[in-house]
C-alpha cells in the first residue's frame, strides 16, 4: 500500500520498527511519528525496544506538537525531532525552545539555500543551536533549493554550520 507521509496511516502501525529495534538492541535506535492518543503504557514500550524520539512537521501537514506531549516525550528521556515548514523558524523558535526538549532538525531546518546564511531564519536557526539543545541533520539538500545537484548554494549554509557548531550537526542520506 502506498504511504501517504503526511496523515497518521503509516505511522500508525510500528511493527516493522519495534521488531528490527528488537532484533538489533545494540545497534539501532528509533524515532517515530508520535500522535497524541498514544498512552504511556505504549510510550513505555516503545522505549523498551529503543525508540528515542518523535518526529513533527511544521508547515501545511503537521501533526499538532504541544506542551503536553512534550512533557511525556521530555519525561520519556526522547528527542523531538522536527521539520518545520520553509524558512518557519523566526515565527516558532520561541514555542519549540519553549518545549524544553532537546530538538533535531531535518533537511537543514527547511532554511532555503536561496536566502543564504545571513537570512533571518538561518540567524534563527544559529541562535537555537547555541541554547545546547538543538541539532541540525546534514541531510536532504533539495529539500532546501531547487537547483539540480551538486546544490550549489546548499554549501555556503553547510560550511556555515560546521563553523558555526560541528558538534551540533548530524548526518543524514536521506
Not at 501533526?63 to 528527542?79: Q, V
Not at 530538538?103 to 536561496?114: E, G, K, L, N, Y
Amino acid at each position: 500500500k502506498e504511504c501517504d507521509w503526511s496523515s497518521d496511516v503509516c505511522s500508525s502501525d510500528l511493527t516493522h520498527l519495534t521488531d528490527t529495534l528488537k532484533k538489533w538492541p545494540d545497534r539501532m535506535r528509533g524515532v517515530v511519528r508520535l500522535r497524541s492518543e498514544f498512552t504511556d503504557h505504549e510510550l513505555e514500550q516503545l522505549n523498551a525496544v529503543g525508540v528515542r524520539g518523535a518526529r513533527y512537521f511544521g508547515g501545511a501537514h503537521r501533526i499538532p506538537l504541544t506542551p503536553e506531549i512534550a512533557s511525556r516525550i521530555r519525561n520519556m528521556g526522547w528527542h523531538v525531532q522536527f521539520f518545520p515548514g520553509q524558512d518557519q523558524l523566526p515565527d516558532i523558535a520561541p514555542f519549540l525552545l519553549g518545549l524544553n526538549v532537546p530538538i533535531v532538525f531535518d533537511h537543514f531546518a527547511h532554511v532555503s539555500a536561496a536566502g543564504g546564511a545571513n537570512s533571518r531564519a538561518f540567524r534563527t536557526l544559529c541562535e537555537m543551536i547555541d541554547t545546547g539543545r538543538v541539532w541540525v541533520k546534514i541531510s536532504g539538500p533539495m529539500r532546501i533549493t531547487e537547483e539540480e545537484p551538486p546544490y550549489p548554494s546548499v554549501t555556503p549554509l553547510a560550511t556555515a554550520l560546521v563553523r558555526h557548531a560541528p558538534e551540533r550537526l548530524l548526518w543524514g542520506s536521506d
